[in-house]
């Protein structure tokens, strides 16, 4: 069973409970690593918590949720050997699996969408990593992580 881990802070505890849920129903084991309350929470913890849970393998991918996504995709992309990507729609959560192929997305909690989180989710799933160029973009894109200022 392919396996994803969520997290979230105070401000997408509803819209991480809907994640899971719908990831649970497409048959993923999901690592839920988020508060369920609205007290609140640091989002770059989250971020932290998540990615160095994914780091240890065995993931497909993660999902990490603040209020608008913003900040908490932020402290992820901190994170040496993750790429997380801010999704708003079907065809930008399609076309990062498809050019990017992100160990992370990010949604906001508090953000109205045009299409469902779910179907983002779902885009993003059905997709498939294209290679090729793209390898050689992502490979320059890791890259900076190494750059000495």
Do not use: W
């Not at 809907?18 to 640091?42: C, F, K, M, P, Q």
């Not at 990490?64 to 959560?93: E, H």
């Not at 953000?111 to 997709?127: C, G, K, T």
């Not at 090729?132 to 320059?140: D, S």
């Amino acid at each position: 069973m392919a396996k994803v881990v969520v997290a979230n802070d105070h401000g997408a505890v509803e819209l991480a409970q809907r994640i899971v849920r719908h990831l649970e129903n497409r048959g993923y084991e999901v690592t839920y690593l988020g508060t369920a309350t609205e007290e609140s929470v640091d989002y770059p913890d989250k971020a932290e918590e998540a990615c160095l849970e994914y780091l240890k393998g065995g993931y497909e991918f993660g999902v990490v949720c603040c209020g608008t996504g913003i900040g908490i995709s932020m402290a992820a992309n901190k994170i040496r050997g993750i790429r997380c990507a801010l999704v708003c729609d079907k065809y930008s959560a399609e076309m990062t699996k498809r050019h990017n192929n992100p160990s992370f997305i990010a949604f906001g909690g508090r953000m109205d969408y045009r299409d469902s989180v779910e179907d983002m989710l779902d885009a993003f799933i059905n997709a498939d990593f294209e290679g090729g160029r793209h390898t050689r973009r992502i490979e320059k894109l890791m890259a900076l992580e190494n750059v000495e200022r």
